[in-house]
């Protein structure tokens, strides 16, 4: 029989784990409408020590990377990934960041950007004179120039042998990891690598009834939880107060 020690450990891991797993539902359901948001997944690990104390902890949060719905839009460089692949990001102190956040932006030197300022990495340039933009699915970029569609450069994507390894940078970017294995970088519509969509966006992949009922069963484990942790510790008091 399990003494009160090893039942106030047992209720006090999991209350802990499954806070920490409610932090990662409500991330998901904060980022329900989050363009090219990946939901997360807290997977937990049964413990027992040498005390023979069981309990339970968060092993790991997975990256759960299922393909998004797809919405389309009236902006010419709302790009969407329909398949396998991630755009490639520059970071501020030149690292390769990766999303499926296609919302693309030209900054005042005629660069696409995303919405926090960082560049695409694509091969070419909108010209000055372009009056319109239009990206096939094989990735290259197309700008309407004096009324002739002219290739003005491309666009690869990056993939991943692992993806759900990948980092989470924050801001909807993510980086390259040991697990995640190197980025493979690939025309799109080639050889595996999804299709690009131009006009349109990949919507979060998170079902707000999945998160929902998450967050229910969380919320009642962990009630449960903190009344079995309440009970445990007013038995062992008065055990104490038997003893004096």
């Not at 450990?9 to 920490?20: I, Y």
């Not at 309990?55 to 990256?63: D, S, V």
């Not at 919405?71 to 790009?79: A, R, S």
């Not at 390769?96 to 070419?124: C, E, H, I, K, S």
């Amino acid at each position: 029989m399990p003494t009160f020690t090893q039942l106030l450990h047992v209720t006090r891991s999991g209350m802990l784990s499954r806070l920490e797993a409610l932090d990662v539902t409500s991330n998901n359901l904060a980022n329900v409408n989050t363009v090219g948001y990946k939901r997360g997944r807290a997977n937990f690990q049964e413990l027992l020590n040498e005390q023979m104390e069981g309990g339970a902890r968060i092993r790991a949060t997975q990256n759960l990377m299922e393909q998004g719905g797809l919405q389309t839009t009236d902006n010419p460089l709302d790009l969407a990934i329909e398949g396998a692949g991630f755009f490639q990001i520059t970071l501020p102190d030149g690292r390769t960041a990766y999303t499926r956040d296609g919302q693309f932006f030209m900054d005042a030197n005629r660069d696409l950007v995303t919405a926090d300022g960082f560049p695409l990495v694509w091969n070419g340039q909108i010209p000055a004179d372009a009056e319109d933009v239009f990206v096939n699915p094989d990735g290259t970029v197309m700008a309407l120039q004096d009324g002739t569609w002219n290739e003005v450069g491309n666009i690869e994507l990056a993939r991943f042998a692992n993806p759900s390894a990948l980092q989470n940078y924050g801001q909807n970017l993510w980086l390259e990891t040991d697990n995640s294995g190197a980025a493979e970088v690939g025309a799109p519509y080639t050889d595996g690598y999804g299709q690009i969509l131009g006009g349109a966006v990949e919507t979060s992949n998170v079902s707000l009834a999945e998160e929902m009922t998450s967050l229910t069963t969380l919320q009642r484990g962990f009630e449960m939880s903190l009344k079995i942790f309440q009970q445990t510790d007013t038995m062992l008091s008065e055990a104490i107060n038997m003893r004096k």
